[in-house]
């Protein structure tokens, strides 16, 4: 059994930064997809950003592109999630997500089937 353990959530101020942290408890990185999901109150879950990490560019969703940034360092076991220039509607529940195996176009776009194994969330709040 793989489990997945996010940190580095927490409260900033609109306009601040965090980095998210995801440690796989196994070596699974190198082959497969690591992704950041993130589901508001009230609101339905969202990918916001996917990476093979076999190699290859990752994605951003559209609402965070220029804002957020996918890492992952396979040696560590770990994915990153570097968020800059954070705005309110940021705000939500960060969920780390991996596959056991994956090629590239399975991961991106990322999809939630791809995805077997879930974290179970970081809350991360931004306010003014």
């Known amino acids: 059994q793989v489990q997945l353990m996010e940190s580095g959530g927490g409260s900033v101020q609109v306009g601040g930064s965090l980095r998210l942290s995801c440690e796989a408890s196994a070596p699974i990185l190198g082959n497969n997809c690591m992704a950041w999901f993130r589901q508001a109150p009230g609101k339905e879950r969202e990918a916001v950003a996917a990476v093979y990490t076999g190699g290859g560019s990752p994605y951003h969703a559209a609402s965070v592109k220029g804002r957020f940034s996918i890492a992952h360092d396979n040696a560590k076991n770990t994915v990153y999630l570097q968020m800059d220039r954070l705005k309110e509607e940021d705000t939500g529940m960060y969920f780390c997500?991996?596959?056991?195996?994956?090629?590239?176009?399975?991961?991106?776009?990322?999809?939630?089937?791809?995805?077997?194994?879930w974290g179970q969330g970081t809350q991360v709040t931004v306010s003014t």
């Open positions: 997500a991996g596959s056991l195996s994956g090629t590239w176009y399975q991961c991106l776009p990322p999809r939630e089937r791809t995805y077997n194994i």
